[in-house]
């Protein structure tokens, strides 16, 4: 029998890069020499010490069931990484650890939009805020990157995509895939823009440290918004 899945897995689209990749390994299998430039991940091998570090836990008993907002020790480093590197204090209780950046952005989405609100997020950029927000049966809002701005967008335009159904703006900063970096400034008016309304900032920070011109600036620095941002690092 021929299986019918559910409608909304037809909306929801897959990542390019992997479609790609499969193709690459297909041509690689065939006895063609390939550079791999489609999907985002080191050329080495995980590091030693990490490999080791996850063959001691196995054997030191870390096999049952965690806390599913992830394990205290992990949520807690990872509080004093953010406090030290965004230079706010982040409590561990307000951390959630989860199996790579994906999921975080999707269940942010899922959690906080309601069928018919609207997703603001970057175009061109990372595929999964449009399918989220389409798993979410919300309306996906692109907001257009302009090369003239260096890949940042025009806060006009912002303002413009703004309704009574927004409930989210995704941004990424530094940006895939074209390695635009948003100021300040322009952090400081998405804050005068959003004013009051409870508009949430999901913001992609997964490249902060992956940044080779000017520096790297999280929205969290804007205080008076900061209770409304989502971080994913
Ligand atoms: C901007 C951005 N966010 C999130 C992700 C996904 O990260 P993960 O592989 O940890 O789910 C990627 C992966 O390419 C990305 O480019």
């Given at each position: ?13 897959t ?66 990484y ?16 989860t ?29 999964i ?42 941004i990424?900063?530094p ?18 823009i ?40």
């Amino acid at each position: 029998m021929e299986v019918k899945f559910a409608e909304r897995t037809k909306t929801m689209g897959t990542e390019g890069a992997f479609e790609v990749l499969a193709k690459a390994r297909k041509l690689e299998a065939e006895g063609r020499e390939i550079l791999h430039f489609e999907i985002g991940e080191p050329d080495f091998d995980t590091p030693r010490n990490i490999k080791d570090a996850a063959i001691n836990a196995l054997e030191n008993g870390y096999t049952h069931y965690t806390p599913s907002s992830g394990l205290m020790e992990i949520r807690k480093a990872v509080a004093e990484y953010i406090s030290k590197t965004r230079g706010f204090d982040v409590k561990p209780e307000e951390v959630i650890v989860t199996v790579g950046a994906k999921p975080a952005i999707t269940f942010s989405i899922l959690s906080l939009v309601n069928p018919g609100e609207e997703v603001i997020y970057p175009d061109p950029g990372y595929p999964i805020y449009n399918a989220a927000t389409l798993l979410a049966e919300a309306k996906p809002v692109p907001l257009p990157l302009l090369e003239e701005k260096d890949f940042r967008f025009s806060l006009d335009d912002l303002e413009k995509r703004i309704t009574d159904k927004t409930k989210v703006i995704v941004i990424n900063s530094p940006q895939n895939p074209t390695g635009g970096v948003l100021t300040r400034e322009d952090f400081e008016g998405i804050a005068d823009i959003i004013g009051d309304r409870e508009i949430y900032i999901l913001t992609d920070e997964i490249y902060s440290r992956i940044i080779y011109e000017g520096e790297f600036v999280s929205i969290t620095k804007v205080e008076r918004i900061r209770d409304r941002v989502i971080l994913v690092d």
